[in-house]
């Protein structure tokens, strides 16, 4: 049986983020009718790495076959922004706010830069993907 080939930009769960019905008090719900999607925000959740924490999501997209995170990672990196395609989430855990990558932190801290004005582009795409899809293959986790 052939593992399941990575996917970088696809939720692994194909509910993804709205996998649960938990809907706590004070926690933002997405807006069917502008979203297309129903379920939690990610928006300020925490993200864990398999070798601890790493920041919290600033911001996030649920476009089917195009989603990703993008992660503050705070003084961590010295303040830098990370994207972190959707395929890379393992996990996530609605009651205490965090959802987990199945990445470490050296491999997130050596992604592509993360670069506002471009990352939308074809080309960042691509390149974070094959980043992302290649150290998935050398260092499944």
Known sequence: MQPT???PWSWRDPAGPAGSDYDPAGVESLDESETGRSGVDLVGFKVEATDG???????????VGSAYL?????PWIFGRKVILPAGTVQNIDH????VYVDRTKEQIKSSPEYDKETFET????ESVGEYYTGNYRDYPR
């Open 53 to 63: 924490h790493i920041g919290s999501i600033d911001q996030a997209s649920y476009d």
């Open 5 to 7: 080939p990575f996917t």
């Open 95 to 98: 009651t205490d706010r965090k």
């Open 122 to 125: 074809q080309d960042y795409r």
């Open 70 to 74: 993008v992660v503050d990672t705070g």
